[in-house]
């Protein structure tokens, strides 16, 4: 394999890498927001039962 192909393979492999994390933080902020959602509920009933 010439250098060129070297280089393109690795540029492949970390825009694959950088694609996949970029995935699983929009998952994990996806979690996140349900959760905060979630937690608001529970506050918003609360202050109804007082």
Request: aromatic share 10%; proline share 0%.
């Amino acid at each position: 394999m010439a250098a060129i192909e070297y280089v393109l393979a690795a540029n492949v492999a970390i825009w694959a890498g950088v694609s996949l994390y970029l995935g699983f933080l929009s998952l994990q902020q996806r979690r996140i927001d349900m959760r905060l959602h979630q937690l608001e509920r529970v506050e918003n009933e609360d202050s109804y039962d007082s």
